[in-house]
């Protein structure tokens, strides 16, 4: 309950920020194509409580909350379902219940079944949760010696082979693509908690678990500080004011990563530096309390 909360509250309240400021902000700026009416307004407000699938011309990342949160939803009924199975079957329920989301995502991307509100990237949430819950009652050989030399070849692997087919969420074309997705993206987790073990006693490592301790903000506030940058390089370039409805303005990737990470994790340092203003705002240079807030 605690981690649907967690999900479900900043995507219903950032939501509804971005509706109500639709006319009066995003639509002058060439974010948004239509005027909303006061009833469109309100039925979009309604819908966000309930997380129904909707655009979102300011948080475009939002579609990772919902696809987690209904599929945290499943998640948590498949496992209750698990313990009370036989023990014989139990060993065999979750990846037999990975088989059948891993099924279900190409008979829903095929347009072979239509499931409301549930899309391809939302079935392959609940698999990656069930994969990620038999991956941490495994036990990995993690050892800081041997970790990075199983890390890195993992990852190279990884990226040789998605460098030659479609990996993006949003072009997945045929049931190949999707089993070949699962397949890359699983290990790339699997050779990325290698490399993490590996720098967890790197001087890097307390930098590195900030970030992810802070990667609700990060999701929440990228996309807005990616509109920010384009409008001052609309202003600063000349370039057109369509631009702004692009995902970024071609040529400045560096730029959009540095603002997509540093104004986040800002807005990260100051909330909990509020919260221990009183104590000297200790607590906030730590990131305890705000990787615990996040």
């Known amino acids: 309950k605690k981690k649907a909360k967690t999900i479900w509250q900043p995507y219903v309240l950032w939501t509804i920020f971005s509706i109500l400021i639709h006319n009066a902000i995003l639509l002058p700026l060439h974010m948004a194509d ?9 039925l979009k407000c309604i819908a966000a409580l309930g997380m129904i699938s909707q655009e979102s011309y300011l948080f475009a990342g939002f579609w990772f909350l919902r696809d987690m ?31 059948l989301c891993l099924g279900l995502a190409i008979a829903v991307n095929a347009k072979w079944i239509w499931i409301p509100n549930v899309k391809t990237s939302t079935i392959l949430a609940l698999a990656y949760m069930l994969t990620g819950y038999l991956v941490r009652h495994s036990s990995l050989p993690l050892q800081h010696r041997q970790s990075l030399w199983i890390g890195l070849p993992v990852m190279c692997v990884v990226w040789l082979i998605s460098g030659h087919f479609s990996t993006s969420m949003t ?31 790197k001087p890097m490592a307390a930098a590195i678990s900030y970030v992810g301790e802070h990667s609700m903000d990060i999701l929440i506030f990228h996309f807005p500080a ?58 906030a240079c730590s990131g305890t309390k705000a990787g615990k807030s996040s």
Do not use: N
């Open 34 to 42: 239509t005027e909303y009416s006061f009833q469109q307004i309100l």
């Open 69 to 99: 949160f209904y599929a945290l939803l499943v998640f948590w009924c498949v496992l209750r379902l698990s313990k009370r199975i036989q023990s014989t079957a139990q060993s065999l329920f979750i990846p037999a219940t990975i088989l």
């Open 171 to 201: 072009i997945i074309e045929g049931s190949g693509d999707i089993l070949l997705y699962y397949a890359l993206s699983v290990f790339a987790v699997l050779g990325l908690l290698f490399l993490c073990d590996a720098l967890s006693r």
């Open 226 to 283: 990616f509109k920010g940058l384009s409008y001052l390089l609309i202003r600063l370039k000349d370039y057109p004011i369509d631009d702004m409805a692009k995902f970024h303005i071609p040529g400045y990737w560096y730029y959009y990563a540095l603002i997509g990470l540093a104004l986040p994790l800002s807005i990260s340092f100051l909330k909990a530096f509020c919260k221990t203003w009183p104590r000297g705002g200790k607590e």
